[in-house]
């Protein structure tokens, strides 16, 4: 069974950089594509974007010059990188596998707080 | 503003059948594939539909799904209390220069 989870911190202060990591167990990342999907307090899922397993990637518009998503194979991870965060990012963040018309498999998300 | 529109909330009694609608445009739902998710209170999405009307395996037959030009529907047979919940539909856009993941603005259901 396909598993993703995760890790990071939950408090980010303004400007800074919100990293987070999504670790993949149960399955293989090859071939495949993976998401970063957030919903903030109360409202609904907005797509970040994704990446493929040899690297290439796809963001939001409303993201495209403030993030960065990449891939690990050898470690079975995908990562998320946002720059100069505030409040607006205040979110669940989750990690998916999938992209374009399907996302079958779901982390249980990561609750990040933007805040000083 | 989502790019795809849901109703905000729709209820029905237990027993009964329920259906969703998710409307968006040529550059969306009317050239690619549409899915559907659940999120129950507290937790993540889960695939509930994909290729406009394939279930994952483990999704009961009580969901299905359709499409039809630029909507898309999902349907709930035999309401049960434990099918409350918000949920999503999703498709790609190419309405820009480089496609875009889009997801409708959410349903809630309750079940009366």
């Known amino acids: 069974q396909v598993q993703l989870q995760e890790s990071g911190p939950r408090l980010v202060k303004p400007s800074e950089t919100l990293s987070l990591t999504c670790t993949v167990s149960?399955?293989?990342?090859?071939?495949?594509?993976w998401s970063w999907i957030r919903q903030p307090p109360g409202k609904g899922l907005e797509w970040i974007g994704y990446?493929?397993?040899?690297?290439?990637?796809n963001y939001s518009p409303s993201f495209k010059d403030r993030v960065t998503i990449s891939v690990d194979t050898s470690k079975n991870q995908f990562s998320l990188k946002l720059f100069s965060v505030s409040a607006a990012d205040t979110a669940m963040y989750y990690c998916?596998?999938?992209?374009?018309?399907?996302?079958?498999?779901w982390g249980r998300g990561n609750l990040v707080t933007v805040s000083t | 503003q989502s790019i795809l529109t849901q109703p905000p909330s729709v209820s029905a009694a237990p027993g009964q059948r329920v259906t969703i609608s998710c409307s968006g445009n040529?550059?969306?739902?009317?050239?690619?594939?549409v899915s559907w998710y659940q999120q129950l209170p507290g937790t993540a999405p889960r695939l509930l539909i994909y290729?406009?009307?394939k279930r994952p395996s483990e999704i009961s037959d009580r969901f299905s799904g359709a499409k039809s030009g630029t909507s898309a529907t999902l349907a709930i047979a035999g309401l049960q209390t434990g099918d409350e919940a918000d949920y999503y539909c999703?498709?790609?856009?190419?309405?820009?220069?480089?496609?875009?993941?889009?997801f409708g603005g959410g349903t809630r259901l309750t079940v009366l």
């Open positions: 998916a596998r999938g992209a374009l018309y399907r996302y079958d498999y």
């Open positions: 149960g399955g293989s990342m090859t071939n495949l594509y």
């Open positions: 990446v493929f397993h040899s690297g290439g990637t």
């Open positions: 040529s550059s969306n739902i009317g050239k690619n594939f």
């Open positions: 290729d406009n009307i």
């Open positions: 999703s498709t790609w856009d190419n309405s820009l220069s480089i496609g875009r993941g889009v």
